[in-house]
């Protein structure tokens, strides 16, 4: 059964810092990997999606990268704003391309 | 539409009564998926569907639970006799095919309350 952890759970950092949000899955038999942003009270917005054949996206201020070997992908958020306070998930899409398996997610805080 | 829309967005109601959660899929989206959000529990799959077809129950938490899509578009989440752990929030998901090449896109969710 595939387990998807998130680390660290919660983050505080100063606007303008450069910051990385890990995910690490135990099945390494996915078919991709979504990275999401869920704001307080809200639904899921979709932030990117790395295919299993590709190594990272790119979506202005953000990158994802996937290493499906050591089963892991990272988010990676340039320059953060305050406005990027939220709580970000992963989660891995299964073989048969119908389930996504999410981890318990990392909520982020940009201090002005 | 414009994006995923379920309603109600809010329901609170008393243990033992009946209740149906509603999503209507992005137009044009084929599969469409259930999952449900929980403080002990996080984000877990339940249920997904190609066209009107909802191929494999098992993630479903208890008989209680079921689901129907009509006209490969609207679906409901039906919980029969609830109880205070069915209290969550319950995402809806469409796609525009199934596999690896499609990307989920959320609604909003329906927060459930049972007294």
């Known amino acids: 059964k595939q387990e998807v952890t998130q680390i660290p759970a919660a983050l505080s950092v100063p606007e303008g810092e450069n910051l990385v949000l890990n995910c690490s899955f135990t099945?390494?038999?996915?078919?991709?990997l979504q990275w999401f942003r869920q704001d307080p009270g809200k639904g899921l917005t979709s932030l990117l999606l790395?295919?299993?054949?590709?190594r990272e996206q790119t979506s202005g201020r953000l990158n994802a990268s996937l290493d499906k070997s050591s089963g892991r992908s990272t988010l990676y958020i340039a320059a953060s704003q305050p406005g990027d306070s939220a709580t970000y998930l992963c989660?891995?899409?299964?073989?048969?391309?119908?389930?996504?398996?999410f981890g318990g997610g990392t909520r982020l805080m940009v201090k002005p | 539409g414009a994006g995923v829309s379920q309603s109600p967005s809010n329901k609170v109601t008393e243990k033992g009564k009946d209740v149906e959660l509603r999503c209507d899929p992005i137009s044009g989206h084929t599969a469409l998926y259930w999952y449900r959000q929980s403080l002990g529990q996080g984000l877990e799959f339940l249920i997904y569907?190609?066209?009107?077809?909802?191929?494999?129950k098992s993630g479903l938490p208890s008989d209680r639970f079921s689901a129907e899509r009509t006209g490969g578009s609207v679906s409901t989440l039906t919980i029969q006799r609830t109880q205070q752990e069915d209290s969550a929030v319950y995402l809806c998901a469409s796609s525009l095919g199934w596999g690896r090449y499609n990307e989920q896109f959320f609604g909003p969710g329906t927060r459930l309350t049972v007294l």
């Open positions: 099945d390494s038999a996915i078919y991709n």
């Open positions: 989660a891995g899409l299964n073989n048969a391309g119908n389930m996504l398996t």
């Open positions: 569907f190609q066209g009107n077809s909802a191929p494999d």
């Open positions: 790395i295919q299993s054949s590709q």
